[in-house]
Nanobody, 126 residues
Framework: QVQVVESGGGSVQAGGSLRLSCTASVYTVANYMGWFRQAPGKEREGIAAIYTGSGNTIYADSVKGRFTISRDNAKNTVYLQMDSLKPEDTAMYYC????????????????????WGQGTQVTVSS
């Protein structure tokens, strides 16, 4: 059974930082991993993705310069360092993995991922 597990969410004041972690049982064949978020009443948003081999990354404009995605291939883990958090970053954050495949043309589109975690809540207060 494929498992994708996020951790590290919580509550923080605006301007603070959090680091999310994600491990996936398909990590070694995934080739790339992504982070998504969904706020109440809003559509899911792809915010960051990383190619696990080269470390190539991509970010949504909404988080560029504040969030950093990274990976530790020895631990089959992807991280999302979130700095300068804003109240509008409040959402459920999801990690996602594909089953293989090349780095897609649009890595922040959810359709490029087959496996999803349960999510971890991030709440930013003003």
């Amino acid at each position: 059974q494929v498992q994708v597990v996020e951790s590290g969410g919580g509550s923080v004041q605006a301007g603070g930082s959090l680091r999310l972690s994600c491990t996936a049982s398909v990590y070694t064949v995934a080739n790339y991993m992504g982070w998504f978020r969904q706020a109440p009443g809003k559509e899911r948003e792809g915010i960051a993705a990383i190619y696990t081999g080269s470390g190539n990354t991509i970010y949504a404009d909404s988080v560029k310069g504040r969030f950093t995605i990274s990976r530790d291939n020895a631990k089959n883990t992807v991280y999302l360092q979130m700095d300068s958090l804003k109240p509008e970053d409040t959402a459920m954050y999801y990690c996602a993995a594909p089953y293989g495949g090349r780095w897609p043309t649009r890595p922040l589109i959810g359709l490029n991922y087959e496996y999803w975690g349960q999510g971890t809540q991030v709440t930013v207060s003003s």
